[in-house]
């Protein structure tokens, strides 16, 4: 491994002055479960690492109004174990908690998933699904975007739009209400330990009367980010939300993934295949959660 | 599944030596090595049965070049067999030599002597009884030392190059496995629920490390049949996953239920009747889970790893074959 500075900055206006002062050269270092490796790897050399992990104040999980806001460096295990996600955001709950391992849960943040935006990043498919919004700061000021522009972005890296001197903050993304369910299943190679081979996420907000007002569906590793299934969300918004019409979508996604990943042809025709079987199981899932709520 | 120990069809001794000191305590030296299934703990368990002595009393040098016998390869399912019974053939020559000191002593004949719990008694008279160190005082008295050599070698046979025939093994260890899966016909994913595998051991040494054995070998079976491949690169034969993130096996959560069932048989010659349970706990379980997979989707399955994707194909080319037949 290349020689390089090191830093442990114990508030973010110090943390924020040191990336303005490095740039380019320095990368940050939140949980480690990923640039630890990838220095290790020799895929990354750092100049100058910048090693967050004193910035206690941005590890929360804050209800505020009907928002949600997540401080970047709250590890998965503090998510996944979190009252609130656990009983009102089950997507995220079920992706943090099957994140790699109890020790990369405890090390690992949401932050670091987000800015690291790999294409098997659960956090990032549970985020998509949410529709949530990351806030990056820098001696220059604030600036939040929607995590979908985030990762459409042409920042430092051509994984999403941080620049040089800024530092993700905060993720938040609106409070499933009493009418909404959602779901994650995790398909891999194995129970712990293992790399999606699709992270697909699903919400459903339905009204009063059960007709779908707002559907959300992202599979993750089935594109550069977790693929937007925008004609099942169309075929499900509108109509009365039962196991048919649910399973009306099953070929919607086939033709998505097919679409998206036809140009992979040694993986193409499991997940087309496999993803049809995921997401029934995110609709018992769902249909479970909005019966339960329906007697509330 | 029945399974022979130690190697095919060639000879595959081991041997070892012991030495029962002054202080009632003794010193056994093998060469087989331990690589985590415990055969340390065996052989003394072995040795410290065979004198009497109890299994604190037993120190163990072993798989050191410089100083131990040669034990051959842990491999083939046979150090218990083969280093065990040489243990208990160097426990032996060592034991006739205390046995005559003990009979004079005792006013009796060496045969007539049982050597147990750090302690010499006549096996049909209780009261006609010594100590280990008081033996060891006598031996010291006599100027005689308890020492012993042995080896063991299999019987068997070389091969005919023609057909095959002769006597491959001297013991063979018998096994069942029996599971329960679950797969997923969408998704391909295979759970494993319960297994059970009840092997014959002969005579089980040590329980917990059967019973471990056992189980390690269903999960290496179930990484053989569901997750494991060696990726190569066709560009240089280069391995593409020689790392445990890349080459899958089982973690503690894939893990099912394991019931394993220990069958004490009439043994053989093995040291008071053991056989060899490392290779029979993993071979069983293969065909056991390929076997549950093709019961639960009536289909064939004929090389491993079974992947989710190949249950893909193969469900989907039911169907597709399924229909054709009713059209």
Redesign the interface.
């Known amino acids: 491994m290349k020689a390089f500075e090191f830093f442990a900055p114990k508030t973010l206006a110090e943390a924020k002055g040191l990336l303005n002062q490095y740039g380019e050269s320095a990368a940050i270092l939140a949980g480690g479960t990923d640039i630890v490796i990838e220095m290790n790897e020799g895929h990354r050399k750092p100049d100058v690492v910048i090693d967050i992990k004193k910035l206690k104040d941005l590890a929360y999980v804050r209800i505020e109004g009907s928002k949600i806001h997540i401080g970047a460096l709250t590890t998965f295990e503090m998510i996944s174990s979190d009252p609130v996600i656990r009983e009102r955001v089950r997507v995220l709950a079920e992706a943090a908690s099957k994140v790699g391992?109890p020790q990369i849960r405890s090390l690992g943040t949401i932050g670091g998933n987000l800015a690291t935006a790999s294409v098997a990043g659960d956090g990032v498919s549970a985020m998509m699904t949410l529709n949530a919004s990351v806030v990056l700061d820098s001696v220059r000021g604030q600036r939040q975007m929607p995590l979908a522009e985030f990762l459409d972005g042409q920042g430092v890296s051509s994984r999403n739009a941080l620049l040089a001197d800024e530092i993700m903050t905060e993720v938040f993304f609106e409070m499933p209400d009493n009418h909404t369910a959602t779901a994650f299943y995790k398909?891999a190679?194995?129970?712990?330990?293992?790399i999606s081979?699709i992270g697909a996420g699903m919400l459903v907000q339905v009204d009063g009367a059960g007709i779908c007002i707002k559907a959300s569906m992202r599979g993750g590793c089935l594109a550069r980010y977790p693929l937007h299934f925008k004609a099942a969300e169309e075929h499900l918004i509108g109509n009365k939300i039962s196991i048919d019409l649910l399973e009306e979508t099953l070929p919607m996604l086939h033709d998505a993934v097919y679409e998206s990943a036809k140009s992979r042809p040694w993986s193409v025709?499991?997940k087309k295949?496999?993803v049809?079987?995921?997401y029934?199981k995110l609709f018992a899932a769902i249909l479970e959660q909005l019966n339960g709520k329906s007697y509330e | 599944m029945w399974y022979g120990i130690g190697n095919t069809g060639l000879p595959n001794p081991a041997a070892a030596f012991v030495e029962v000191l002054g202080d009632a305590t003794a010193n056994l030296m093998f060469g087989a090595a331990d690589i985590g299934q415990g055969s340390g703990t065996t052989m003394t368990q072995i040795a410290a049965e065979a004198l009497g002595l109890s299994y604190e009393k037993v120190r163990v040098t072993w798989g050191d070049t410089r100083v131990t016998p040669d034990g051959g390869a842990t491999s083939a399912s046979r150090q218990t067999l083969i280093t065990g019974n040489a243990v208990l053939k160097a426990c032996e020559q060592a034991k006739e030599t205390l046995a005559g000191v003990a009979a004079a002593y005792l006013g009796c004949q060496p045969e007539e002597l049982e050597f147990s719990q750090n302690t010499v008694t006549k096996i049909d008279d209780a009261t006609v009884t010594m100590t280990y160190k008081t033996l060891m005082a006598e031996m010291k008295a006599a100027g005689k030392m308890a020492v012993g050599a042995g080896y063991y070698n299999p019987t068997t046979t070389t091969l005919d190059p023609n057909d095959m025939s002769g006597i491959p093994y001297e013991v063979y260890s018998y096994a069942t496995t029996i599971c329960e899966v679950e797969v997923?016909?969408?998704?391909?994913?295979v759970d494993v629920l319960k297994v059970v595998s009840a092997h014959d051991v002969g005579q089980t040494i040590n329980q917990s490390m059967a019973e471990g054995q056992i189980e390690g070998g269903v999960v290496m079976g179930q990484g053989f049949v569901l997750?494991e491949e060696i990726e190569v690169s066709e560009k240089d034969g280069s391995i593409k996953n020689p790392i445990f993130?890349k080459y899958?096996i089982?973690?503690?959560?894939?893990v099912p239920e394991i019931y394993p069932i220990l069958v004490e048989s009439e043994g053989g010659p093995g040291p008071f009747g053991a056989k060899g349970v490392g290779e029979p706990a993993l071979i069983p379980i293969i065909p056991a889970i390929v076997a549950a997979i093709e019961d639960a989707l009536n289909v064939q399955f004929t090389k491993l790893p079974v992947f989710?994707?190949d249950i893909?194909?193969a469900v989907?080319e039911k169907e597709a074959a399924d229909k054709n037949k009713n059209n």
């Open positions: 391992s398909l190679k194995r129970k712990s330990l293992a081979v025709f499991y295949e496999s049809q079987g995921v029934r | 997923d016909t969408e998704t391909g994913e997750m993130s899958i089982p973690s503690n959560l894939d989710p994707k893909v194909a989907k």
